[in-house]
């Protein structure tokens, strides 16, 4: 969110960057034909202040030096008034440039690590969400090569006998065949999803990212005999979106309604997908399910970081959800299911307006 | 890897196969026909619980992850419906705790996935020498118990005095009768449990007791 406000406010960044580089000459000259009482060059902090942030640590530390001289040159070239005074004065905004310099330089190097810190977390958490993945996914690829092995050594089994049984060798190199393809399938699956990183918008239709998903949680949903309903408006507009992180949204919604069904008995254990237009150019997606639920209370709170109520998370689920579907236009909220459970909705424009 | 030819004469019985992945499913099945046994397919636990089953030795192997019952819940379910089976767990997690688990419940292989023909076919040989085992074993208690029903009441007191050690005579002074009708009862109950001689009979009864 944070981050997000930061972009949208480019134009922003460049005034007032250029609103510090002007700011500079003009102080220069007001500094150089106004008396040596009249102490000017303290405004070049007003410029430094404005360009912290927007420069490197560098460009703020070459900015002071600029400043440190100018103060310096305007020293020796202003031609009227107390020759001390003005000394003095040279003095006190060369003191205060330094160590506003100083302390902004401190606060920039803070942000940097609290920066780098959020970028981590984000990484971890991506980690951790592909982790409990990782093991469906293992399965996922397991049983294919179970059977590729096993039909291996039936078919050499038939092939010894005398005489060979030819046709149950072929039954068993045409089910290695198909298991061969079925385990490439998964890899290409989590290739998708793995690739990540740099966003690609592209024309994506729902129906197709829901059921991509769901192949990849198959194994996740089949073992905790989770039934999954899904309602697609088959006429629903394609969304310009990044099929993949549209994929992690998906399948960390489907994660959380998972984690909240564990406490149900296995015969109600449901989740519903459903998609519908909105009001606006949008389409509405919701993932239901009738597990242990969210507290009102912690409706405003649970998209922030760090919030969780489970034992193992560390609540970055969903606000890299959120951050993801913020970054494609749309928003994301949640509402106690009736009678129980809990719904996630978030929505996507169908019309492309995020210039990112 | 070559089959050889006492391997498949020695098997007479049923592999029972619960699995849902149809794939690997089949593939067991063909390799265990490969090997001349004789094998039958299931795809959940409720299919195999539904089947009949004839009465043959047999084993079971089975999937651990299964949606809806478990390998572990059939298992548990077998057992408790005094149905026991030797149990192949097949799994593709070498969890540890599943698996002392299983074999804590009495499986007698627990193999990952995917795993070596011969180590399945070893399991599976074993598991269905382990089941005639079994079966001839209770077929020999089941006649113990009828021999033991056909005693009359002073017998099985005369049985129980000789077998805890007493001699014919204490045994006859603790239930107030002559010594020669022990002696004469110790015969009938020899040919009515069909004992050769009084150390088989001491073991049918400790046989009994185990039971």
């Known amino acids: 969110m944070d981050r997000i406000t930061r972009l949208g406010g480019r134009s922003a960044r460049r005034f007032r960057l250029g609103l510090a580089w002007v700011l500079v000459p003009c102080i220069f000259v007001f500094d150089t034909v106004t008396n040596y009482e009249i102490a ?5 902090l007003v410029a430094i202040l404005l360009a912290v942030g927007l420069l490197s640590t560098r460009g703020v530390i070459i900015m002071a030096g600029l400043c440190v001289g ?3 040159l305007s020293l020796a070239m202003t031609p009227r008034g107390n020759w001390n005074v003005g000394l003095i004065n040279a003095g006190i905004s060369i003191a205060a440039i330094g160590i506003t310099t100083f302390l902004a330089i401190r606060i920039l190097v803070a942000e940097a690590a609290a920066n780098n810190a959020r970028v981590q977390l984000t990484r971890i958490a991506r980690i951790t969400s592909l982790g409990a993945l990782t093991t469906s996914i293992a399965h996922e690829i397991n049983q294919p090569l179970t059977a590729i092995v096993t039909s291996g050594h039936a078919g050499l089994r038939w092939l010894e006998q005398e005489p060979a049984d030819l046709d149950k060798v072929r039954r068993n190199l045409d089910r290695i065949v198909a298991d061969a393809k079925r385990a490439s399938d998964v890899i290409a699956r989590v290739r998708t999803l793995a690739r990540g990183g740099v966003s690609i918008k592209e024309r994506v239709n729902l129906q197709d990212v829901v059921a991509d ?6 194994a996740d949903l089949r073992r905790n005999a989770v039934e999954v309903d899904i309602d697609i408006d088959a006429n629903l507009p394609d969304v310009m979106a990044d099929r993949v992180q549209l994929q992690q949204v998906l399948s960390n919604l489907i994660l959380n309604a998972t984690e909240a069904l564990k406490t149900e008995s296995a015969q109600r254990r449901n989740v519903e997908i459903r998609a519908r237009a909105g009001t606006h150019d949008e389409i509405v997606v919701s993932v239901k399910d009738n597990g242990s639920g969210v507290r009102p ?3 405003d709170q649970m998209f922030d970081p760090f919030f969780t109520t489970k034992a193992a998370g560390i609540g970055m689920g969903l606000t890299i959800t959120r951050s993801i579907v913020e970054a494609h236009g749309g928003q994301i909220w949640a509402h106690p299911n009736d009678p129980r459970g809990a719904c996630f909705y978030f929505s996507l424009p169908t019309k492309d307006s995020s210039a990112a | 890897m070559n089959s050889n030819p006492s391997e498949v004469v020695q098997d007479a019985g049923i592999v029972y196969i619960v699995d849902d992945d149809a794939s690997v499913g089949e593939a067991l099945a063909d390799l265990l026909g490969a090997a001349g046994l004789e094998a039958r397919l299931f795809s959940s636990a409720q299919d195999f619980l539904q089947s009949t089953r004839p009465d043959v030795p047999s084993c079971l192997v089975l999937d651990v992850r299964m949606p809806g019952m478990t390998g572990l819940d059939l298992q ?11 149990t192949i767990f097949i799994t593709a997690h070498g969890d540890v705790q599943t698996s002392v688990r299983a074999m804590k419940a009495g499986a007698i292989e627990f193999l990952i996935k995917p795993f070596g023909d011969q180590d399945l076919l070893d399991a599976v040989r074993a598991g269905l020498a382990k089941d005639s085992s079994d079966r001839r074993e209770a077929s020999t208690i089941a006649a113990l118990r009828e021999r033991y029903a056909s005693l009359d009441a002073r017998e099985k007191e005369i049985l129980t005095g000789l077998v805890s050690g007493l001699l014919n005579k204490q045994v006859a002074g603790e239930l107030g009768i002559s010594e020669i009708t022990v002696k004469v009862r110790r015969g009938q109950i020899m040919k009515k449990m069909q004992a050769d001689s009084f150390a088989d009979l001491v073991r049918m009864m400790e046989t009994l007791r185990r039971t």
């Open chain 1, 70 to 72: 100018l103060t310096l």
């Open chain 1, 297 to 299: 209370e912690m409706l």
């Open chain 1, 40 to 44: 000017g060059a303290v405004f070049y």
């Open chain 2, 76 to 86: 548990r379910q077998l057992i408790a419906l005094d149905l026991t089976l030797p």
């Open chain 1, 213 to 218: 998903t769901l192949d990849l949680a198959q």
